[in-house]
DNA sequence: AGCCTTTGACCAGCG
DNA sequence: TCGCTGGTCAAAGGC
């Protein structure tokens, strides 16, 4: 936590609007261990209405796979991430990337006295902004001792912590603490390193390696390159558009002044697009969980995570609405009596503990996707808040499909969105790399760049579960039981259903099969389910494992094409399809179409010309952990 | 029926 | 070696 730092870089952020300036920084320490960095970063100005979609930094030595990843939410007051190593199977704490996020509301800091007509956010300092300008030059030491600093600050009472006035950085009322984890920078640029609860932490760095960004939003947060990457002339969030991570307020007056926001810079017409505005349409039914006040007068751009499966599923539905009621007393932003599902991913309780030194007892979850080592830590206050998240290791899966988290009108809103950008983006997806390797150029003045890569799953989220690589077919049907949910009276399963269409069929040659996970599968019945015009078999008795995924649209279809065939290689190679016999059997000619994940990488790997697909080699990104890659590059598209 | 949470007990690391 | 502590297990029960 202490170590010397070799790189220190300050990152601002002055976003102006009509109504209100944002000043934005943050610093970044990059321990000599390379294992290590720190993002030190406080609000300076009340009330906080920045979002800091906040990727962790890469350092150059990957223990990513291994780092954890942590989320500290002093009472209203704070927010810190780290990452940590595991304690046994990971590297040692030394060796620890930590990545940490202060916010404060108490602050005066002189970030107030941020330009207001300045919209860039330079990797350095703006030169308007003295005390940036310090910052920016703070010596690396002083960068350690920040980072010292907040190692201590993080087992400290919020009460007690020490507000730091040099930098700026500011968790909006009700922005859910996992929406740094879900970070629209990050999602928003491929390149950007990934954060470890979406899943790829380490996979981008590892399949892409240093990846210089063009785009200034990535250049913040993708990797070390960050720390050279001065160029950047604006910082800009980039909320994906198709995050779950819907806008937290969607009116047009947000966004107006969001557009209005983004000045200069403009790369991201977020709020003005269409297709976002649709998309902020999805997220209608769930407002009441938007942050109200400053967080429309701001203008930044603030989307804010919902989740509406718990609260159904638990009848709690009240709990978030309630929890992301920010102070209006305070003022600092509170935070949201988060679920540990929010992030996306599904996760159990495996224990409870009331640990020494925090005021609120822990609780312990698991990824519950098969051979997942994710684990996760919620230290919750008594009014539901989180006040702390750990996360420990890194998913080698994408997110199940949260088709739950979206009401009947979202849905719909969202295929309807989406039929667009698929015509929109048919020609883009076929010229601009198989693997969603778009460089995001900005566009200004245009539709955000709906790329492969931003029209992923992630991008979407629950609206995009067409896309989802739905590795986990099974665990997250959104027909099964569990996924079942009433919202406003509306019976969201029925919607979803459609979209079941078109399907991926899975077939084997042979009755008997001894596929390459080593087991002896025996066909034991055939049967036509409802559904499903094809029985399990055909001519030759195949087995066939329905992957079929999509939606009804024919426009969506045809863009779901693309990912089946990716859908058809994931599911294939993780459910039987492994097999060497196991054929991909694609109803209608598909362009390969490789899928980027959530976190805006390709997950699975760069294959080459799509078109000399039928032989997938699809490199394990996670050696140590993927599930399945021993059944990798055995899955043959069909015709 | 399956998944989840709860919760006390257990285990291992550390000083 | 012992006690403390954090982390995990697993039975029980709920949804």
């Not at 995570?305 to 718990?310: C, G, I, L, R, W």
């Amino acid at each position: 936590m202490t170590r010397k730092t070799q790189h220190n870089t300050q990152i601002q952020c002055n976003k102006s609007t009509t109504s209100q300036s944002f000043p934005f920084s943050l610093s970044l320490s990059n321990s000599d261990k390379a294992s290590q960095t720190h993002i030190l970063s406080q609000t300076a100005l009340p009330p906080p209405p920045l979002v800091l979609p906040f990727p962790p930094i890469s350092t150059s030595t990957p223990p990513f796979l291994h780092s954890s990843f942590s989320l500290k939410i002093p009472h209203r007051r704070r927010t810190t991430i780290t990452t940590q190593s595991k304690k046994k199977k990971y590297p040692k704490p030394k060796k620890k990337m930590e990545l940490r996020l202060l916010t404060a509301t108490t602050s005066t800091s002189t970030s107030t006295s941020s330009n207001n007509t300045s919209s860039s956010a330079d990797v350095a300092a703006p030169p308007e902004d003295p005390t940036r300008n310090k910052e920016t030059t703070a010596s690396a030491s002083a960068a350690a001792a920040a980072a010292a600093a907040n190692a201590k600050y993080r087992r400290m009472s919020p009460a007690k912590l020490p507000i730091s006035r040099s930098t700026c950085l500011t968790i909006p009322p009700g922005l859910s603490p996992t929406s740094f984890l879900e970070s629209p920078v990050l999602l928003s640029n491929m390149k950007a390193e990934p954060s470890p609860t979406t899943g790829s932490f380490m996979k981008t760095h590892m399949m892409h390696g240093p990846i210089g960004s063009t785009n200034p939003v990535t250049t913040v947060f993708s990797n070390t390159n960050i720390f050279n990457e001065r160029n950047s002339s604006c910082f800009e969030f980039k909320p994906h558009a198709s995050s779950n991570m819907v806008p937290a307020d969607l009116n047009q007056q947000r966004s107006e002044q969001s557009v209005q926001a983004q000045g200069q810079c403009q790369p991201q017409a977020f709020a003005s697009s269409p297709s976002v505005k649709k998309e902020m349409a999805v997220s209608s039914n769930e407002l009441s969980l938007a942050s109200p006040g400053h967080m429309v007068t701001s203008g930044a751009i603030v989307p804010v995570e919902v989740d509406t499966d718990e609260p159904n599923q638990r009848g709690t539905s009240n709990t978030g609405v309630q929890a992301s009621q920010f102070d209006h007393k305070g003022s600092g932003p509170s935070v949201i009596a988060e679920r540990p599902s929010d992030d996306g991913y599904n996760w159990r309780k495996y224990g409870q503990k009331l640990v020494k030194g925090s005021e609120f007892p822990r609780s312990y979850y698991k990824c519950t996707h098969p051979n997942c080592e994710v684990k996760k830590l919620f230290e919750r206050s008594h009014d539901g808040q989180i006040t702390e998240i750990i996360y420990k290791g890194t998913h080698d899966h994408p997110k199940p499909q949260p088709s739950r988290r979206y009401t009947a009108g979202a849905i719909m809103a969202v295929q309807e969105e989406r039929s667009d950008k698929a015509l929109s983006l048919n020609g883009r997806d076929e010229r601009s790399g198989m693997f969603g390797q778009t460089s995001h150029t900005v566009e200004p003045n245009s539709t955000p760049d709906r790329s492969p890569v931003a029209v992923n799953d992630d991008s979407l989220d629950g609206g995009s579960m067409p896309n989802r690589i739905h590795d986990e077919a099974d665990d997250d049907d959104p027909f099964s039981k569990r996924r079942k949910m009433d919202i406003g009276g509306v019976d969201v399963t029925s919607v979803v259903k459609p979209i079941r269409e078109p399907r991926v069929v899975v077939q084997t040659l042979s009755e008997v099969d001894i596929l390459d996970d080593g087991y002896r599968w025996r066909k034991y019945g055939q049967k036509v389910v409802r559904g499903n015009p094809n029985p399990r078999s055909e001519e030759n008795d195949n087995v066939s494992l329905d992957l079929g995924v999509g939606i009804n649209s024919a426009v969506e279809n045809r863009s779901n094409e693309h990912r089946q065939t990716h859908h058809s290689d994931i599911r294939g190679s993780q459910t039987h399809a492994s097999s060497s016999h196991y054929n991909v059997v694609q109803a209608t000619p598909v362009m390969t179409y490789f899928g980027v994940l959530n976190t805006g990488m390709s997950q699975y790997g760069s294959r080459g010309n799509p078109s000399e697909s039928l032989n997938i080699g699809i490199p394990p990104l996670n050696h140590s952990s993927y599930p399945f890659p021993q059944n990798m590059g055995k899955i043959l598209t069909g015709p």
